[in-house]
């Protein structure tokens, strides 16, 4: 089915799409022919969507969906917008971060930033541990090893798509000595799949629930639960409730990318001290980030090709 997802303009395709592209999981995600394409884990079977980034001026993106059952489509669809944050109210973050004098610019070159989020929290977590002081190209090499692994076949007769990201429940008999990783980081891996599994549909335990549906937690609650586990610091809680709980004001500000653009732009660099800095940011922290984050030359920030 083909859908049109409508959203309040402006939009900033390059560093929503362009991240999505960047660090896509072969198998799981591609970008073909103009457009971010990924496999869906849904409450009646599999699907896939195909998502393009809007021509300018628009107020709407094209959105191709197949499904294995056609009930699916409501939630596909609310994982869709989840993931490309198409209900942030523009005109409210950018109204704000331009009030700050170092941001004004940054916001007025680029207005419409969103954060790119994910369809399924389980998902991120453990990508976000994947990618734990490690590149993009070495984390998506991690995800995908356990793609092939471990991950649901499916069929896509539109493109490269072949699995479904693993469900916890699949990594449940994890051989750690499969995971070309540091033995601190397969002990975080291992301990993140039993939280995940002991979260079971309601994902009460750790509270990454479908944001989608109401089932996420409250995002300090969460943090803490996360940062209780072994190996799961501020930065990957943070990255959880930025893309997975869609918390508007998650702030990184222990991120190597965020300190590195904080000293091109004169702002503290420390992290309690760059903190301290962007209180006058609440409650949209996640959007400035994306903007320190642009400031860098890194294939996240641009779309394939451009």
Same mark, same amino acid.
């Given at each position: 089915m083909a859908l049109d997802l409508p959203f309040r303009p402006p939009l900033s395709p390059d560093g929503l799409f362009g991240h999505l592209a960047a660090t896509a999981v072969p198998g799981v995600e591609e970008w073909r022919d103009g457009a971010y394409r990924r496999t869906l884990r849904l409450p009646h079977g599999t699907g896939t969507a195909t998502l393009r980034p809007p021509a300018a001026g628009a107020s709407t993106l094209?959105?191709?969906?197949?499904?294995?059952?056609?009930?699916?489509?409501?939630?596909?669809?609310?994982?869709?917008?989840?993931?490309?944050?198409?209900?942030?109210? %523009?005109?409210?973050?950018?109204?704000?971060?331009?009030?700050?004098?170092?941001?004004?610019?940054?916001?007025?070159?680029?207005?419409?930033?969103?954060? %790119?989020?994910?369809?399924?929290p389980a998902e991120l977590l453990l990508r976000a541990v994947l990618g734990q002081q490690v590149s993009t190209a070495a984390a998506r090499t991690h995800a995908a090893r356990l793609v092939r692994a471990h991950?649901?076949?499916?069929?896509?007769?539109?493109?490269?798509?072949?699995?479904?990201?693993?469900? %916890?429940?699949?990594?449940?008999?994890?051989?750690?000595?499969?995971?070309?990783?540091?033995?601190?980081?397969?002990?975080?891996?291992?301990?993140?799949?039993?939280?995940?599994?002991?979260?079971g549909p309601s994902a009460g335990a750790l509270g990454l629930g479908d944001a989608t549906a109401g089932g996420a937690g409250e995002p300090a609650a969460v943090r803490a639960r996360l940062e209780a586990l072994p190996g799961v610091g501020p930065w990957t809680a943070g990255v959880v409730a930025m893309r997975a709980l869609g918390d508007p004001d998650a702030f990184l500000p222990g991120d190597l990318g965020v300190r590195q653009a904080a000293r091109r732009l004169g702002l503290p660099e420390a992290p309690g001290a760059l903190t301290r800095r962007a209180q006058g940011w609440r409650p949209w922290r996640a959007y400035a980030v994306q903007h320190l984050w642009a400031t860098g030359d890194h294939p996240v920030n641009r779309l394939p090709g451009a």
């Open positions: 094209s959105c191709r969906l197949v499904l294995a059952d056609a009930r699916d489509e409501g939630a596909a669809v609310a994982r869709c917008r989840f993931l490309l944050d198409l209900d942030a109210d %523009p005109v409210a973050v950018d109204g704000a971060l331009r009030a700050d004098e170092v941001l004004r610019p940054l916001v007025d070159a680029v207005p419409g930033r969103r954060v %790119p989020r994910t369809v399924d991950g649901e076949e499916v069929v896509d007769d539109e493109g490269g798509l072949t699995h479904l990201f693993p469900a %916890p429940e699949a990594l449940r008999a994890l051989d750690p000595a499969a995971l070309a990783l540091p033995a601190a980081r397969r002990a975080t891996v291992l301990a993140v799949v039993a939280a995940l599994c002991a979260d």
